[in-house]
């Protein structure tokens, strides 16, 4: 499922529907690329292996909140057992702060 506004649900699992969500967000284009491909070509077993390929990831709840080109935040949900990352979100810091994004921490 792709989604073009903040409020939809979001389940970006290719890089066609991440392109959708950067379309929001141009100026992370570069950066947001870079995540995916580094994302698509890792094997992780756990958040400890996710902060070692991106120190600054943190962690609240279930998801995984990635700092992009310094002023956006990917909040991604990860099943490592199926090696599948599912985008929830690309958010500038003042949609990051409303804090909505929490509804998928749990």
Not at 25 to 46: C, F
Not at 80 to 92: E, M
């Amino acid at each position: 499922m792709y989604a073009f506004c903040y409020d939809e649900v979001v389940n970006v699992i290719t890089k066609t529907g991440l392109l959708h969500l950067v379309k929001r967000h141009p100026a992370a284009r570069e950066a947001v690329l870079s995540w995916y491909g580094a994302a698509k070509r890792a094997a992780w077993g756990g958040f400890h292996q996710v902060r070692a390929d991106f120190p600054t990831v943190d962690q609240v709840g279930e998801v995984l909140i990635f700092n992009i080109a310094g002023g956006y935040r990917l909040i991604v949900r990860i099943s490592y057992r199926s090696q599948r990352l599912y985008i929830k979100a690309l958010l500038n810091h003042g949609e990051y702060d409303r804090k909505e994004w929490m509804k998928w921490t749990h």
